[in-house]
């Protein structure tokens, strides 16, 4: 006999969470303090404890976890391991809406929504745009894509989380938005430690620099121009030139190897914007180097 609780009230529905790791933390405390009755499973019990000091029930299963409640999060490290758990659970997942919020690629992502098409489960891909501490504030947000029909359902369930953004029903772009927001982020950090690299071996200490680094990375008007320009085609070079850009990269990179810091990073930007002025942009803008990597359509 099924034990699905079968709330509809979504102001209290009943949630599974499975996967508790940091995210996972913050998501089940988020749901309990909302009034979410919580059932919740991990790999490692004990990791389970302090959600079942503030109410949730620890199932002993994934099977157990699945079919505890209609509605069930993931919270893991990818999709192998939602495929690890539930692959063998197909009576189980029948009837379920399963929101996945695990980091992947779009394409995985689309494949898991066929898999549990075919189990018979609504599937929602989701891409949480914060760190464990923003879980529970509406200033932050998640991408959602996939079955809009199911994502509407649950969705005030799922802005007990953050701001739910849908982008559509392909399953696949909340994904694609939020690796496209990943990959800024860690080129960006990346960046930020091969700076303060640098500056410690021209013997600058860290808390001297980085408040440059800080005042200094306001980029938003610069995304703002290269985004118009890439969407418009036009590429003036009036007030930068690929040539300037190029002469310049090519300093940060002998500054660098001057230093002996590892040099990876500008290399590898020196190689990008020597591909453009291999195909004859010395005076064209920075942004035209969008045309040398743009696989597909441009927009």
Known sequence: MSTTNTNTNTSTAPV???GLGPMGQAMGRALLKAGHPL??????????????????????????????????????TDYDVMYRL?????AELRGRTLVNLSSDTPARARAGASWARERGAAYVTGGVMTPP??????????????????????????????????????PGLAQVYYQVVMNL???????????????????????????????????????RGLGEEI??????????RLSMDA???????????????????????????????????????FSILATLMDAGDRA
């Open 16 to 18: 599974t969470l499975i």
């Open 39 to 76: 059932t919740v499973w991990n790999r490692t019990r004990e990791k389970a404890a302090p959600l079942v000091e503030q109410g949730a029930v620890l199932a002993d299963t994934p099977a157990d976890a699945v079919a505890a409640n209609e509605l069930v999060l993931l919270s893991l």
């Open 86 to 90: 539930l692959g063998d659970l197909d």
């Open 133 to 170: 501490p923003g879980i529970g504030d509406p200033s932050m947000s998640t991408f959602y894509s996939g079955d809009k029909e199911a994502f509407e359902a649950v969705r005030p369930v799922l802005e007990t989380l953050t701001a739910a953004d849908f982008r559509g029903t392909d």
């Open 185 to 223: 982020f860690w080129t960006s950090m990346t960046s930020f430690v091969h700076s303060v690299a640098l500056a410690r071996a021209e013997g600058i200490a860290v808390g001297t620099i980085v408040p440059y680094l800080v005042e200094s990375n306001d980029m938003a008007d610069f995304y």
């Open 231 to 240: 969407t418009a085609g036009e590429f003036p070079g009036e007030l930068e």
């Open 247 to 285: 002469a310049s990269a090519d300093h940060v990179l002998h500054t660098a190897r001057d230093a002996g810091v590892d040099d990876t990073l500008p290399a590898a930007v020196m190689s990008i914007l020597q591909r453009g002025l291999d195909a004859g942009y010395h005076d064209r803008s």
